[in-house]
């Protein structure tokens, strides 16, 4: 249960009597799953970030692309 998550409908109240009434063993094991949670959330947040940082150094092995002909498309008078 999150606090500042009021999709429930749950008050405030509601929420912090449930907290008075919950033994220390169940909060240890709320803060230890909050914990782990958040490192799990490190993890991935700094593994986003590597894939980024190697995406960005890529260099790939196509030639530059192809630039089209300057100039006007007109046909000349005279072929011969």
């Known amino acids: 249960m999150k606090l500042s998550d009021d999709s429930d409908g749950t008050t405030m109240s509601d929420k912090m009597d449930i907290v008075r009434r919950a033994s220390p063993q169940e909060i240890f094991q709320a803060a ?14 700094t593994r986003i970030m590597q894939d980024r940082v190697q995406q960005g150094r890529r260099v790939t092995g196509a030639p530059p692309p192809i ?3 300057r100039g006007g498309a ?7």
């Open 74 to 80: 007109g046909v000349p008078k005279d072929l011969f």
């Open 67 to 69: 630039t089209p002909p």
């Open 32 to 45: 230890a799953q909050a914990a782990v949670n958040l490192q799990n959330e490190r993890y991935v947040q």
